[in-house]
């Protein structure tokens, strides 16, 4: 599941700004029992639960932070994904002066994809005789001492299955103090699993690639330390970290080859090779915008000259995400900039020649078609009647889904299926909360509504606003 960060940015100026920052954030995920989170904000499900995914960003104020909420459940045919075995790597290794260290790494092997994990820091580490040799919670171990000319001890990684049951993996260490140590270098470089198979586009499989030196310790796990490439990006794409995403086959079965490149201490380098094989049978799908919707809809909003009115645009696809706010992204145009113009964000302001005006919003349906969606809806401008003169809120709800919205302080109780307009001071700052019906889900808001906890926001009543509520 890939999460996406927008970042909201006061410029000083009406309406704020926005972008993406998901590529500059910290993620983080508080339970991941249930679901962990790459720095590029792919999630990936453990096991049946619910957590909270979090993205983190410095400011000139002090940290800023986003989140959202999980939800892993067991699919209908692949199970809930339960630990099965834990493998000590490698099975033995040996020390050979006083405070020399081994590390020793840990790959859990669960029962769903991803079927391999680095666990080294997730398990409990323990030395069978901590007078011959030690080992810290990271599967570091230390040479203590040894009185005759070798000595053994047995370090285990334990942890427990969410099923209850003790899995333990073990591997044997020797310290023999006669002996002389040489000096360490990487001999080769070894990718865990060797083989792995994605059966649906956007499945993850995680990689992990493994050192071995010419002296203790003598395996190292290299994450971070590594190079990344697939011999067809097409058909599978990994990231800095190791993780493989199945992009696309267009026949039964597409298999490629992923490898590691490490640096050596002499300038060299050292490579490893793992298979992948993407079985979808189809190319990937695109996302294709099919059609735009412009709220308020044609005929239902009329302002003074001199006032502004707010438009969202909101895009309909073919997949998933069905509904979006593409307010900021499309272009927008007034039919007759005399009467009213509008600009980047769909903010209209009534201009001196009284009259009604076309607002168009148009965008590219994909990449790849290249063809074009509008959207239209109209705005009336007329001289000033000498109202209350007080900003209006206007919320719709878009979507597939229904639910309900109320404002703080109160003007604004949008039954399910219907807008709604009120009326606030002008500069005061409205919290809108929304709650969908039984059988729909929450969506998010238009990207003028300033989000702190969902499903609330706030808005500013800097003049007449308009505000999309998405329920699916």
Known sequence: MQFTATGTYANGKHP?????????????????????????????????????????????????????????????????????????????????????????????????????????????????????????????????????????????????????????????????????????????????????TLNTLGETAQFIPIGTYSSSPTTQDLAGQVTWQSSDPSVATIDPSGLATAVGCAASTCALTITATAATANG??????????VNTGAPASVHTLTNITIIPGTGTQTINVGDTAQFLAIGTYNSSPVTQDLTDTVTWQSSDVDVAGINSTGLATGQSVTGTTTIIASALSSVTTGSTVVGTSNLTVQAATGGSGLPSLAVYSV????????????????????????YFTSGASVTLTATPTSGSTFGGWSSNCTPSTLPTCTVVMNGNQTVGAIFN
Do not use: H, K
């Open 16 to 196: 704020t700004q926005t972008r993406d920052i998901t590529g500059e954030v910290t993620w983080a995920s508080t339970s991941t029992g249930a679901a962990t989170i790459n720095s590029s904000g792919l999630a990936t499900g453990v096991a049946s639960g619910s957590t909270s995914i979090t993205a983190t960003m410095g400011s000139s104020r002090g940290p800023v932070a986003g989140a959202a909420t999980l939800s892993v459940t067991a699919g209908t045919t692949s199970g809930s994904r339960e630990l099965t075995a834990l493998t000590v790597t490698p099975g033995a290794q040996t020390l050979t002066s006083t405070g020399e260290t081994a590390q020793f790494i840990v790959i859990g092997t669960f029962s769903a994809s991803p079927t391999m994990v680095d666990m080294t820091n997730q398990v409990t580490w323990l030395s069978s005789d901590a007078s011959v040799a030690t080992v810290n919670s990271s599967g570091l171990a230390t040479a203590v001492g040894c009185a005759t000319s070798s000595c053994a001890a047995t370090v285990t990684a334990s942890t427990t299955a969410q099923n209850g049951a003790a899995i333990v993996g073990i591997a044997n260490l020797t310290v023999s103090l006669g002996s002389q140590s040489t000096q360490r270098t990487l001999t080769a470089l070894t990718i865990t699993p060797s083989t792995q």
């Open 268 to 277: 060299g380098n050292v490579l490893g090779a793992a298979a992948l094989t």
């Open 399 to 422: 979507g597939s889904g229904t639910g309900t919205v109320v404002s703080s302080p109160a003007g604004i109780n949008c039954s399910v299926g219907a807008g709604c307009t009120g």
